[in-house]
T-cell receptor
Framework: AQTVTQSQPEMSVQEAETVTLSCTYDTSENNYYLFWYKQPPSRQMILVIRQEAYKQQNATENRFSVNFQKAAKSFSLKISDSQLGDTAMYFCAFKSGIWNAGKSTFGDGTTLTVKP | KAGVTQTPRYLIKTRGQQVTLSCSPISGHRSVSWYQQTPGQGLQFLFEYFSETQRNKGNFPGRFSGRQFSNSRSEMNVSTLELGDSALYLC???????????FGPGTRLTVT
């Protein structure tokens, strides 16, 4: 079974600074997808960024980028120029195989607070 | 396109009762997945329906069931409610064979 571990329950960062959230996973699969989701206090889960395991290039979406280390099974999220609206809980998620495309395994989440 | 909608948003039930939650996916999406979110257990996968068929199932007791209709709307039913069923229930839809899921706002269920 796949597991996803987020070792930082809480983090804080000053507005405009950069912060990195950690995620490690365990799987025997070779083809899989990794995701970061954001869940603001309003509770709507939003997809932030995704990474296909077969791609060596790290994904980037505006201020959000990942550092994907396949051999180390590590998938960290970097938020640059942090904004107050980035305050939320962030979940790392794993998905493997087309038959499991609708099933995500989530980490326990990291609560990020951006301070003014 | 309208997003994923869930009804009701809040629900209070008594132990032993049953409850039905509804999820309408994004137009054109045929897959609906359900997740339970609690402070203690985090986010856990319940099941996925794709074109009216259950494609995958998580590790939950048989009291948790679901179905999907021909218009892709899905319902989740929990029978004989227990206090531990109090949670935020999220549904997520995806289109075709895409790996990206889009979540609804959730239904907050409180069992007293």
């Amino acid at each position: 079974a796949q597991t996803v571990t987020q070792s930082q329950p809480e983090m804080s960062v000053q507005e405009a600074e950069t912060v990195t959230l950690s995620c490690t996973y365990d799987t025997s699969e070779n083809n899989y997808y990794l995701f970061w989701y954001k869940q603001p206090p309003s509770r709507q889960m939003i997809l932030v960024i995704r990474q296909e395991a077969y791609k060596q290039q790290n994904a980037t979406e505006n201020r959000f980028s990942v550092n994907f280390q396949k051999a180390a099974k590590s998938f960290s999220l970097k938020i640059s120029d942090s904004q107050l609206g980035d305050t939320a809980m962030y979940f790392c998620a794993f998905k493997s195989g087309i038959w499991n495309a609708g099933k995500s395994t989530f980490g326990d989440g990291t609560t990020l607070t951006v301070k003014p | 396109k309208a997003g994923v909608t869930q009804t009701p948003r809040y629900l209070i039930k008594t132990r032993g009762q049953q409850v039905t939650l509804s999820c309408s996916p994004i137009s054109g999406h045929r897959s609906v997945s359900w997740y339970q979110q609690t402070p203690g257990q985090g986010l856990q996968f319940l099941f996925e329906y794709f074109s009216e068929t259950q494609r995958n199932k998580g590790n939950f007791p048989g009291r948790f069931s679901g179905r999907q209709f021909s218009n892709s709307r899905s319902e989740m039913n929990v029978s004989t409610l227990e206090l531990g069923d109090s949670a935020l229930y999220l549904c997520a839809s995806r289109g075709g064979e895409s790996y990206e899921q889009y979540f609804g706002p959730g239904t907050r269920l409180t069992v007293t």
